[in-house]
Each structure stands twice: as C-alpha cells, then as structure tokens.
C-alpha cells in the first residue's frame, strides 16, 4: 500500500510539472520572436516605425543659383509649415566662412489663414565682396507653447553662389 501511495504522488508531481510547464510555454508573448533591429545604409538603428518624412516649403531660389544684393527670397508654405502671427520663420545668408551676412523675417504676402498654400517672403541686402560661395539657411517658426501650440524646430540649408 505504501508502494502504491508512492507512485500515485510521483505520478501527480509528474504530471503537475508537466502542465505547469506547457502553460509557461503556451504564452504567446513569451512565445513572439525578437523583432530585429533594422540598420540603414549610415549604421544608424531604425525603430519598428518609419520615420517620417520631413516636407520642406519650396522657394524661388534654387541650389546653386547665383544671387546679388538686393535679393526679394519668396517662399510657398504648400500648407507644409504653419505660418504664426502672419510668418512663416525666418532666413538667414551665411559666407562659406560660417560669418551672418543678412537675416530676414519671411512675412505672408496676403491672406495668410487661408487653408492651402501661402506666399511669405523677405528681402535680403547684403555685402558679398571678395565671396564666392555661401548658403540660404531656412527656418520654420515653430510656436511658443506646450502641446499643440508648440511645433518641431526644422530648417534645411540651399547653397548659393555670389
């Protein structure tokens, strides 16, 4: 009788592990496979998502574009920036040595709370003597605030020629 009583609570043990070991593996989330990192082309690590795409206004002035003082620089927000109080951000000309050579506020030239693309632009005067080269540094305004009144801080470079 004792034999017997021996072999019923081996068999109880035996079987209890076994189901508490099939519930433990049965766990889907335990169970997912790793999602492995993804690597671009420049060695940086990617997250699941996609990163988004940053969209620029575009404006009359081209890369390379050979450019003299006085110079009027017109901006289309194509409804990709959002103007705040009538202005769209601001730009600044610097020399091929880092050195500011004119600033200017990019205003709207009409109705700027229309929906759609708006026109802002600026005028720049500057002095480029014995300057070759240089670049148009483009700046959003991106708002005060937290939340939604508040935006990212984006700005991309077109280079020019004097």
């Known amino acids: 009788m004792k034999k017997i009583n021996?072999?019923?609570?081996v068999?109880?043990?035996?079987?209890?592990?076994?189901?508490?070991s099939c519930k433990n593996h049965s766990n889907p989330e335990?169970?997912?496979?790793?999602?492995?990192?993804?690597?671009?082309?420049?060695?940086t690590t990617l997250t699941e998502k996609e990163p988004k795409q940053t969209k620029y206004p575009t404006l009359n002035i081209k890369s390379n574009d050979?450019?003299?003082s006085p110079i009027e620089i017109k901006v289309n927000s194509e409804g990709v920036w959002l103007a705040n109080e009538g202005e769209l951000g601001w730009i600044q000309l610097i020399d091929d040595k880092g050195n500011e050579l004119a600033k200017g506020i990019l205003s709207a030239d009409g109705d700027w709370m229309k929906s759609g693309?708006?026109?802002f632009s600026t005028t720049l005067t500057?002095?480029?003597k014995n300057i070759k080269t240089g670049k148009l540094i483009i700046h959003n305004d991106p708002g005060e605030g937290d939340g939604?009144?508040?935006g990212e801080s984006i700005s991309f470079e077109i280079p020019?020629?004097?």
């Open 6 to 9: 021996l072999i019923y609570i």
């Open 66 to 68: 050979r450019i003299n």
């Open 160 to 162: 020019i020629i004097f």
């Open 30 to 43: 335990k169970n997912k496979a790793p999602i492995p990192e993804q690597v671009d082309k420049e060695n």
């Open 126 to 128: 500057f002095d480029s």
């Open 148 to 150: 939604d009144e508040a």
């Open 117 to 119: 693309p708006v026109m």
């Open 11 to 20: 068999l109880i043990c035996i079987v209890h592990i076994s189901l508490h």
